[in-house]
C-alpha cells in the first residue's frame, strides 16, 4: 500500500507534466449525468441560479466562489436568512456538497417540506440549505481544480504559486472570503460550516485573529480538525516512508490526479456494477469504513468529481504535525524558520486564544482523520465554552458528514436546529 501510495505521487507528477492532459477530452462520458460538471452545471441542473464570484488575496490568488440563489423564493420576494458558508476539506472542492444524491431540486421548504421526501431530497447540503431559506456561499481553497488563478503567478510555469499550505488558507482566503461576502451581502456576520480541513482553517483563523469571532456566527465544525497526532488513516504512513517528506518539500507542485484518469476510473471501471463495491472499499481504505450508509450506486460521481486537488505542501503539513504531534506552522527547516517565524521550530496556532463563543463541534466515533483523542485535544485547547454535537450512528466515518445515505437525520436536521439559533 505504501509504495502504491508513493508511486501515485510519482506517476500523477510525471503523467500531468509529459501529456498535458488537464481536461476530460469529449469523447469520454459518463451515464451518470453528475459526473463532469463543473459546479455551476450542477446547481443549475437542480433549477437554481449559479453565480460565480471570485475573490483576491492580499497575496494574489483569486479564489473562486460559487453562490447557490433558489429561484423560488428569490420570485417570492423572501429574504434569505443569512450567509452560510460551506468549505470543503483536503482534496475536496466545492462540489462535495453537490453531488451526494441525485435530488435536492429548488423548493421552498420554509414552512415545512410537504410532499417532498426530504430525506432523499435533502442529502446534498447546499441545496438543503438554499431550500430552507439560506444565502449558501462555497469557496474553494487555493490550488483547487477550481482556483487555480492569481494575479502574477501562473500554476503551469510558476513552481512558487504550489509552495502554498493550510497556512496562506487561513491567512489569506478565509478573512478574504469572508470579508467579500459580508460586504456583497449586507449582514454584519454569517455561519461558517466546515468539512474537516474547511474546519481547521477557522480554528487558525480564530487563535490568529479573535476579531473574527465577531464575523462567524456559528462556527459549525463537522469532523473538526486541529490536531492529527492519532489519524489511523493510511495517509499517517505516508509519514514513515523513509525520503517522502522531502521529496514533496522539495518537489512541491500540484497533488492531483488529471481529470481523464479519474473519468476514465468513474465510466469504464467503477461505472460497471459489479466493480462498484471494490471502488468503494478503495475511498474506505483512506477515509474509514461504513459500508451501511455508503450509496455505491454515486460511486463513479464521488470518482469523478470527489478530488479537488491540492499542493504537494499542503498534504506535507499534514505530515508534519502528525510526525511533530502538534497544530504547527509549517516546517521549512531551522534556517528558514528562523528567517520567517523569529524560531528554529515552527510556531503553534494558539487554540487558547479563540474568544468566540459561537463553537459547534460535530464529531463522529468511527472518523478516521478526526480521530476522537486529537478531537479530546481539540477541546481541552479550548479556553472558552463550546456546543457539541455527537453523532448517534456508532458508524459514521469522516465522508459520511457529506456523504451519507442518513446523512440528513444525523447531520442536516440538527444542522439546522443550531442555525435557527443564530438567525
Not at 456559528?218 to 489519524?231: R, S
Not at 469504513?289 to 450506486?297: K, L, P, R
Request: proline share 5%; net charge negative; aromatic share 12%.
Amino acid at each position: 500500500m505504501l509504495n502504491i501510495c508513493l508511486f501515485i505521487a510519482i506517476f500523477t507528477k510525471l503523467f500531468v507534466s509529459i501529456s498535458g492532459l488537464d481536461a476530460t477530452p469529449d469523447w469520454l462520458y459518463s451515464s451518470d449525468p453528475d459526473c463532469g460538471l463543473s459546479p455551476c452545471q450542477l446547481i443549475e441542473s437542480r433549477n437554481f441560479i449559479c453565480e460565480q464570484h471570485y475573490v483576491t488575496t492580499d497575496d494574489g490568488y483569486i479564489i473562486n466562489v460559487q453562490r447557490v440563489v433558489n429561484p423560488i423564493l428569490k420570485a417570492a420576494g423572501k429574504k434569505t436568512i443569512k450567509p452560510v458558508v460551506l468549505q470543503h476539506g483536503l482534496f475536496g472542492s466545492s462540489v462535495h456538497f453537490l453531488v451526494n444524491s441525485a435530488g435536492g431540486f429548488a423548493a421552498d421548504w420554509t414552512n415545512g417540506t410537504g410532499s417532498v421526501d426530504i430525506t432523499t431530497e435533502g442529502r446534498n447540503l447546499a441545496y438543503f440549505l438554499s431550500n430552507f431559506g439560506y444565502d449558501v456561499w462555497m469557496p474553494n481553497s487555493r490550488g483547487n481544480k477550481f482556483s487555480r488563478n492569481h494575479t502574477n503567478l501562473n500554476p503551469k510555469k510558476d513552481p512558487s504559486f504550489w509552495r502554498i499550505s493550510f497556512d496562506e488558507m487561513i491567512a489569506y482566503d478565509s478573512p478574504a472570503v469572508i470579508d467579500y461576502i459580508l460586504q456583497k451581502t449586507g449582514f454584519e456576520n454569517l455561519a461558517w460550516v466546515g468539512h474537516s480541513q474547511g474546519t481547521l482553517l477557522i480554528f487558525g483563523l480564530l487563535s490568529e485573529k479573535p476579531e473574527y469571532a465577531d464575523k462567524i456566527k456559528p462556527f459549525i465544525a463537522m469532523a473538526p480538525i486541529a490536531h492529527v497526532t492519532h489519524i489511523t488513516s493510511p495517509i499517517r504512513y505516508l509519514t514513515e516512508i523513509p525520503g517522502l517528506m522531502d521529496f514533496f518539500y522539495v518537489a512541491g507542485g500540484e497533488l492531483t490526479a488529471p481529470q481523464v484518469l479519474l473519468d476514465l476510473m468513474a465510466e469504464q471501471v467503477c461505472g460497471q456494477q459489479v466493480v462498484q463495491p471494490a471502488c468503494g472499499n478503495l475511498l474506505f481504505l483512506v477515509c474509514g469504513y461504513d459500508a451501511e450508509q455508503f450509496n455505491f450506486t454515486r460511486v463513479p460521481v464521488y470518482y469523478s468529481q470527489g478530488l479537488g486537488g491540492t499542493s504537494a505542501w499542503n498534504l506535507l503539513h499534514f505530515g508534519q504535525n502528525i510526525v511533530n504531534k502538534g497544530f504547527l506552522k509549517f516546517d521549512y527547516g531551522a534556517l528558514i524558520n528562523y528567517q520567517r517565524y523569529g524560531t528554529f521550530e515552527p510556531p503553534a496556532y494558539d487554540l487558547g486564544a479563540i474568544t468566540s463563543q459561537n463553537i459547534i463541534l460535530m464529531g463522529s466515533a468511527n472518523d478516521v482523520f478526526a480521530d476522537p483523542t486529537d478531537v479530546e485535544t481539540l477541546r481541552k485547547s479550548l479556553k472558552v465554552p463550546f456546543t457539541e454535537y455527537r453523532i448517534a450512528d456508532q458508524q459514521f466515518s469522516h465522508l459520511d458528514f457529506i456523504w451519507a445515505k442518513n446523512v440528513v437525520d444525523q447531520v442536516h436536521k440538527p444542522m439546522l436546529d443550531m442555525l435557527k439559533k443564530f438567525q
